[in-house]
């Protein structure tokens, strides 16, 4: 069992940065499969940003350029660098965990991650 906590959320003006975290505890090994979501109300959760055991990343179309995933295995945490923000980043921010490898093709689908956290709110203005 693995347990998330993400944090950073906040609310910003457009065009400003925000750098989400995410601490994961619970297992003695960094989980393999770590991403970030989102959902914004009354719609789906989407992928934003996923990064496996190797290091490969995988980005959404609409953040591509603008958002950074990265992690520190020694610390076991998960970061979104999240710069020129617009206000349809708006959303509630979920961090996904799994122990299984997953291909780069596949890290932003929801179906592939077994634990997640409560999520922190991101609020972007015009």
């Known amino acids: 069992q693995i347990q998330l906590m993400e944090s950073g959320g906040d609310s910003v003006q457009s065009g400003g940065s925000l750098r989400l975290s995410c601490q994961t505890s619970g297992y003695a090994y960094p989980a393999s499969s770590l991403a970030w979501f989102r959902q914004a109300p009354g719609k789906e959760r989407e992928g934003v940003a996923g990064?496996?055991?190797?290091?490969?990343?995988n980005y959404a179309a609409s953040v591509q350029g603008r958002f950074t995933i990265s992690r520190d295995n020694t610390q076991k945490t998960l970061y979104l660098q999240m710069n020129g923000l617009r206000p349809e980043d708006t959303a509630m921010y979920f961090c996904?965990?799994?122990?299984?490898?997953?291909?780069?093709?596949?890290?932003?689908?929801?179906?592939?991650?077994?634990?997640w956290g409560q999520g922190t709110q991101v609020t972007v203005s015009s």
């Open positions: 990064i496996n055991v190797r290091e490969q990343t």
């Open positions: 996904a965990a799994d122990l299984r490898a997953t291909a780069w093709a596949s890290l932003l689908r929801v179906d592939r991650y077994a634990f």
